[in-house]
């Protein structure tokens, strides 16, 4: 009796779940599908395509410069977003719903617009430039475009409220509690944000930290518009190979190798994340 | 942990006019009370009550609008909660999830930078004084409720704080375990001559393990006494229904009969004879309270030691109801004077009663307590 119920729920979750399923299946699945089967056939099966990746550097240069500047911009992403997340995480109720919306609002338009928006401010004559030679602080321009320092400009602006909303669900989560409760055990201020909340924010920071390292490895418009001819990201030659040069196979062997170091950093990533979780104690 | 290894046991705690206003609302209202040191002291009231508030207001976490907290005479305002060396357990625990028991118990030691050597011993004074030995290497969710309890009140006392401060830290327990770890409690305080400040809502947890109770209503303290005292002579109508229970009867004062004690008739002319909580004149309407367990049946045992003078009125049993130990009687008076609970202990019981029984009941004039009444 018991095990048909249980079937009988499980066939409920199904149909629930079962249009996603669907979109998924013909939108993401198979797609992926043949992308994967392309990286290895053109006019008959061939490993053609790998092999040109690993043999040429520039492509496993470009990988390379690829995650390192993820990983800068996802650093600057926390520096910027954990302090803002906290502020929201501690702050009134009232000021926090309005610092949310604060946070969300670039979503309402465009990426594009909003990319060439920076490339006004941060260029040559652009109001950054301006101020900052107002200001005494430099005496000509500084290159902040069509380089990377636009790049991870660029990016960790649009990448930003990702890492606060993601870091901010977590701490919203710590009972105040145990602040206090550290407070009435002598810590001060910075000790009991050292010892207490922040260990216990660490799962908003491996999953913020996640999810924009992720995002950024395939961003395209942005170091496309921001950077320079140097600055080339894994997205961008795919987007060539599709574009330019039309050769689909090797855009699908780049996408697949891109797929591939992605879910392996996923992989480890998740095994120190396991461990956090056991230290952090919740369950 | 023995009281002469600490600073001499407990300090006082005295709280002067203190005051507290959320916008337009007065979260407590002018609370003065002198915790004496070394006692065990409990805040007592219902949700809304102002008890918790006073309670964060002493800890340093609420600051007061206006008012006092003095700690053996010196003033706490200036101070945040951290330079304030209370000791603090919290209705939800809050130990520390990412640490073991012996990094929780630690962590005030650790804050305070004593040697490795002195942690270690103190952390296994404070597990032994908690009985918890032997958990040190656990995470908060590998313990059940009673053991964070434990862990949380180990974590509160092992920098010797001169002062306790708790906040329902037994609400979140089962009957039983409650009942044990109030015991416990009581006999750690005694043994270490803490000052415990506790807040409660539950009234039978107060009388169990308090020196002295205040009860607090609306932000005001409505009596503050020992835990007979406000069993035995409630000041108010309130206490007297708050804490445990009571029968009331609506009346007018008839005469005075000197000593504080007056004649009274009741809305449905039964007459009897009380104490006034306060000052009463003639022809005044009063509430009159007695509890159900010294009503006792005319002819029962006990019934003769009442003696010639004491209150007496006869009903009609509506209800009987079985509890165990005692039999719980629902006893009519007739239209306008209600109806009495009366409770019978069951070893007495040689004569149950049945619902329509006629039963006439006696009770000493000394344990009706009379309240003035606003007029209806």
């Given at each position: 009796m018991k095990a048909s119920a249980e079937r009988r729920e499980s066939l409920r979750y199904l149909l629930i779940l079962l249009p996603a399923l669907l979109v998924l299946a013909v939108l993401f699945a198979y797609p992926l599908l043949g992308i994967i089967n392309r990286s290895v056939y053109k006019a008959g099966y061939t490993l053609d395509f790998y092999r040109q990746i690993f043999r040429v550097p520039v492509y496993l240069q470009v990988l390379w410069a690829t995650f390192r500047v993820s990983a800068v911009v996802t650093l600057v992403c926390l520096a910027l977003g954990y302090p803002l997340a906290y502020v929201l995480a501690t702050c009134r109720p009232r000021t926090a719903r309005l610092l949310t919306i604060i946070v969300i609002?670039?979503?309402?338009?465009s990426i594009i617009v909003r990319t060439y928006a920076w490339m006004v401010l941060l260029g040559r004559n652009g109001i950054v430039n301006q101020y900052l030679m107002v200001l005494g602080v430099a005496d000509t321009p500084l290159p902040?475009?069509?380089n990377q320092a636009g790049v991870v400009i660029g990016m960790s602006y649009v990448l930003l409220p990702y890492m606060v909303l993601t870091v901010y669900s977590v701490m919203q989560g710590i009972d105040p509690a145990f602040v206090r409760a550290a407070h009435s055990l002598g810590a001060s201020r910075l000790q009991a944000f050292r010892r207490v909340f922040l260990p216990l924010s660490l799962p908003g920071i491996a999953a913020g930290t996640l999810l924009v390292f992720i995002l950024s490895l395939g961003f395209f418009i942005t170091p496309a518009l921001?950077?320079?001819?140097?600055?080339?990201?894994i997205a961008m030659l795919i987007e060539r190979e599709v574009e330019?040069?039309?050769n689909w196979s090797f855009a699908s062997a780049l996408a697949v190798v891109l797929l591939a170091l992605t879910l392996a950093g996923f992989a480890g990533y998740n095994r120190i994340v396991r461990l956090e979780r056991i230290f952090e104690g919740r369950g | 942990m023995a009281p002469s290894e600490g600073i001499g046991g407990g300090a006082e705690v005295r709280l002067h006019e203190l005051t507290k206003t959320f916008g337009s609302v007065?979260?407590?209202?002018?609370v003065s009370v002198t915790v004496a040191a070394g006692s065990f002291f409990t805040l007592l009231?219902?949700?809304?009550?102002g008890k918790t508030t006073t309670l964060m207001m002493v800890a340093g976490f609420t600051y007061p609008t206006s008012g006092e907290v003095f700690v053996d005479g010196k003033p706490?305002?200036?101070?945040p909660p951290q330079k304030r060396d209370l000791g603090m357990v919290f209705q939800s625990y809050a130990?520390?999830?990412?640490?073991t028991v012996f990094e929780n118990i630690a962590f005030p030691l650790q804050i305070r930078k004593a040697p490795r050597l002195e942690t270690l011993h103190r952390v296994g004074e404070a597990l032994e004084l908690v009985r918890?030995?032997?958990?040190?290497?656990?995470?908060?969710?590998?313990?059940s409720g009673g053991e964070q309890q434990r862990v949380a009140l180990a974590r509160a006392l092992v920098f010797r704080p001169r002062v306790l401060l708790m906040d329902e830290?037994?609400?979140?327990?089962?009957k039983k375990l409650r009942a044990h770890m109030q015991l416990e409690l009581k006999h750690i305080q005694q043994h270490l001559h803490v000052t415990v400040l506790y807040v409660t809502h539950d009234q039978e947890e107060a009388l169990t393990m308090s020196d002295r109770v205040a009860v607090m209503q609306g932000g005001r303290i409505e009596q503050v006494g020992s835990p007979s005292e406000l069993y035995d002579?409630?000041?108010?109508r309130f206490v007297a229904d708050f804490i445990g229970e009571s029968n009331f009867l609506d009346g007018v004062t008839v005469a005075d009969e000197g000593g504080g004690r007056w004649r009274c008739r009741g809305a449905g002319g039964v007459e009897f004879s009380g104490i006034g909580a306060a000052a009463l004149r003639p022809g005044q309407p009063i509430t009159a309270a007695v509890r159900p367990e010294k009503l006792v049946q005319a002819g029962d045992e006990g019934a003769a030691a009442l003696g010639p003078h004491a209150n007496a009125c006869k009903g009609v049993v509506e209800e009987a109801i079985y509890v165990g130990d005692v039999t719980r009687y629902r006893v009519s008076l007739g239209a306008d004077d209600g109806a009495l609970t009366i409770k019978v202990p069951n070893r007495f019981a040689a004569r149950p009663l049945a619902a329509g029984a006629a039963i006439a009941l006696l009770w000493s004039p000394d344990d009706t307590r009379l309240f003035p009444r606003e007029a209806a």
């Amino acid at each position: 009796m018991k095990a048909s119920a249980e079937r009988r729920e499980s066939l409920r979750y199904l149909l629930i779940l079962l249009p996603a399923l669907l979109v998924l299946a013909v939108l993401f699945a198979y797609p992926l599908l043949g992308i994967i089967n392309r990286s290895v056939y053109k006019a008959g099966y061939t490993l053609d395509f790998y092999r040109q990746i690993f043999r040429v550097p520039v492509y496993l240069q470009v990988l390379w410069a690829t995650f390192r500047v993820s990983a800068v911009v996802t650093l600057v992403c926390l520096a910027l977003g954990y302090p803002l997340a906290y502020v929201l995480a501690t702050c009134r109720p009232r000021t926090a719903r309005l610092l949310t919306i604060i946070v969300i609002l670039p979503f309402f338009t465009s990426i594009i617009v909003r990319t060439y928006a920076w490339m006004v401010l941060l260029g040559r004559n652009g109001i950054v430039n301006q101020y900052l030679m107002v200001l005494g602080v430099a005496d000509t321009p500084l290159p902040l475009l069509y380089n990377q320092a636009g790049v991870v400009i660029g990016m960790s602006y649009v990448l930003l409220p990702y890492m606060v909303l993601t870091v901010y669900s977590v701490m919203q989560g710590i009972d105040p509690a145990f602040v206090r409760a550290a407070h009435s055990l002598g810590a001060s201020r910075l000790q009991a944000f050292r010892r207490v909340f922040l260990p216990l924010s660490l799962p908003g920071i491996a999953a913020g930290t996640l999810l924009v390292f992720i995002l950024s490895l395939g961003f395209f418009i942005t170091p496309a518009l921001m950077g320079g001819p140097g600055d080339v990201m894994i997205a961008m030659l795919i987007e060539r190979e599709v574009e330019i040069t039309l050769n689909w196979s090797f855009a699908s062997a780049l996408a697949v190798v891109l797929l591939a170091l992605t879910l392996a950093g996923f992989a480890g990533y998740n095994r120190i994340v396991r461990l956090e979780r056991i230290f952090e104690g919740r369950g | 942990m023995a009281p002469s290894e600490g600073i001499g046991g407990g300090a006082e705690v005295r709280l002067h006019e203190l005051t507290k206003t959320f916008g337009s609302v007065a979260a407590v209202r002018h609370v003065s009370v002198t915790v004496a040191a070394g006692s065990f002291f409990t805040l007592l009231g219902p949700s809304g009550s102002g008890k918790t508030t006073t309670l964060m207001m002493v800890a340093g976490f609420t600051y007061p609008t206006s008012g006092e907290v003095f700690v053996d005479g010196k003033p706490m305002a200036a101070l945040p909660p951290q330079k304030r060396d209370l000791g603090m357990v919290f209705q939800s625990y809050a130990v520390f999830p990412h640490l073991t028991v012996f990094e929780n118990i630690a962590f005030p030691l650790q804050i305070r930078k004593a040697p490795r050597l002195e942690t270690l011993h103190r952390v296994g004074e404070a597990l032994e004084l908690v009985r918890l030995t032997g958990y040190e290497g656990r995470l908060p969710r590998q313990l059940s409720g009673g053991e964070q309890q434990r862990v949380a009140l180990a974590r509160a006392l092992v920098f010797r704080p001169r002062v306790l401060l708790m906040d329902e830290p037994l609400g979140a327990l089962d009957k039983k375990l409650r009942a044990h770890m109030q015991l416990e409690l009581k006999h750690i305080q005694q043994h270490l001559h803490v000052t415990v400040l506790y807040v409660t809502h539950d009234q039978e947890e107060a009388l169990t393990m308090s020196d002295r109770v205040a009860v607090m209503q609306g932000g005001r303290i409505e009596q503050v006494g020992s835990p007979s005292e406000l069993y035995d002579a409630p000041a108010s109508r309130f206490v007297a229904d708050f804490i445990g229970e009571s029968n009331f009867l609506d009346g007018v004062t008839v005469a005075d009969e000197g000593g504080g004690r007056w004649r009274c008739r009741g809305a449905g002319g039964v007459e009897f004879s009380g104490i006034g909580a306060a000052a009463l004149r003639p022809g005044q309407p009063i509430t009159a309270a007695v509890r159900p367990e010294k009503l006792v049946q005319a002819g029962d045992e006990g019934a003769a030691a009442l003696g010639p003078h004491a209150n007496a009125c006869k009903g009609v049993v509506e209800e009987a109801i079985y509890v165990g130990d005692v039999t719980r009687y629902r006893v009519s008076l007739g239209a306008d004077d209600g109806a009495l609970t009366i409770k019978v202990p069951n070893r007495f019981a040689a004569r149950p009663l049945a619902a329509g029984a006629a039963i006439a009941l006696l009770w000493s004039p000394d344990d009706t307590r009379l309240f003035p009444r606003e007029a209806a």
